[in-house]
């Protein structure tokens, strides 16, 4: 079975562009997280999609938005960047509904905004 | 609200010597614990949950209800355990985690 896939693996923007990460999860997972990772802060989730549908919500602007696609893959977007937006975006996936499920992680995808 | 706190950000110990670190969570029903750790240049994964009372490469955690408390101990590090740890805590009333900041340990030759 293929792992939690994200592209790209790194991105270089500017301050005041956009951005889209893609995260495909693991086959027959339907919950996809996303967190940002920073060494100052940790990790910090972002929001959690399940069937296409946000079901949480952590406490970053809206700048910050997600959606996900019926083939569960999800894309996550950051609108007008901010020199603080430089972290790595690690998307997870779920395999059940059961709070004891595990998560598996991606890669990651390195963003820097100069 | 749910929150786990991880109070070092940054533990080092020599090689083979004892390593705790500390993880203590704020819940009022029962909580799903885990710690997660991250090696250099590999994926976050799960190292252990305290539902499957299991050792991983020689660590352990216990969760104490009381101390509201899981913390992860190994009696011998070793070079390979440097790594990002992070605790997490999940609950019935979220289908996500909420990690910790994380601890970063360094094991020492």
């Known amino acids: 079975k293929a792992g939690v896939t994200q592209t790209p693996r790194y991105l270089i923007k500017t301050r005041g562009q956009q951005v889209t990460l893609s995260c495909s999860p693991i086959?027959?997972?339907?919950?996809v997280s996303w967190y940002q990772q920073t060494p100052g802060q940790g990790l910090q989730f972002l929001f959690e999609?399940?069937?296409?549908?946000?079901?949480n919500k952590g406490n970053f602007p809206g700048r910050f938005s997600g959606r996900q696609f019926s083939n569960s893959r999800s894309e996550m977007n950051v609108s007008t960047l901010e020199l603080g937006d430089s972290a790595l975006y690690l998307c997870?996936?779920?395999?059940?509904?059961?709070?004891?499920?595990?998560?598996?992680f991606g890669s990651g995808t390195q963003l820097s905004v100069l | 609200a749910q929150r786990v706190t991880q109070p070092e950000k940054l533990l080092s110990v020599f090689k083979g010597a004892p390593v705790e670190l500390k993880c203590n969570y704020s819940?009022?029903?029962?909580?799903?614990l885990f710690w997660y750790v991250q090696y250099s240049r590999q994926r976050l994964q799960l190292l252990l949950r305290?539902?499957s009372r299991e050792s991983i490469k020689g660590f352990t955690a216990d969760l104490n209800k009381g101390e509201t408390s899981f913390h992860l101990k190994k009696p011998f590090a070793q070079e390979e355990d440097s790594a990002m740890y992070y605790c997490?805590?999940?609950?019935?009333?979220?289908?996500?985690?909420?990690f910790g900041r994380g601890t970063s340990l360094i094991v020492h030759p």
């Open positions: 997870a996936s779920k395999g059940g509904p059961a709070t004891n499920e595990k998560l598996f």
């Open positions: 086959s027959g997972h339907r919950s």
């Open positions: 999609y399940f069937s296409e549908t946000q079901r």
């Open positions: 819940y009022s029903g029962s909580p799903e």
């Open positions: 305290h539902i």
């Open positions: 997490a805590l999940s609950s019935g009333g979220s289908y996500i985690p909420t």
